[in-house]
């Protein structure tokens, strides 16, 4: 059964930092590409990040150089360091991997930046 949990989520000033985790279990993650959305309530999901199993990654423009996607292979779990905050930052992430065609999702976890 796969499971994907996010922590790390909180609230902080803008110039502030955070890191998400996502604990996973249920699949073999180190041949998954792993990826962050985050959704501000009444808008679309939207894509953050991702890092394939190679370590090939992208990034959304607008959390370019500021966010870092990293995963641990022997812990099976996704990252993503957020720096320089902004308050358009503020949303609720969610870690993501489409197994054999299904996607699966985290409850989310949410991150709350003031100016």
């Known amino acids: 059964q796969v499971r994907l949990v996010e922590s790390g989520g909180g609230s902080v000033q803008a110039g502030g930092s955070l890191k998400l985790s996502c604990a996973t279990t249920?699949?073999?993650?180190?041949?998954?590409?792993m990826s962050w959305y985050r959704q501000v309530p009444g808008k679309e999901r939207e894509f953050v990040s991702e890092?394939?199993?190679?370590?090939?990654?992208k990034y959304a423009d607008s959390v370019k150089g500021r966010f870092t996607i990293s995963r641990d292979n022997n812990l099976s779990t996704l990252s993503l360091q957020m720096n320089s905050l902004k308050p358009e930052d503020t949303a609720n992430y969610y870690c993501?991997?489409?197994?054999?065609?299904?996607?699966?999702w985290g409850d989310g976890t949410l991150v709350t930046i003031s100016s």
């Open positions: 890092i394939t199993p190679t370590r090939i990654i």
């Open positions: 249920g699949f073999m993650f180190d041949i998954q590409t």
């Open positions: 993501h991997v489409n197994y054999y065609g299904a996607n699966y």
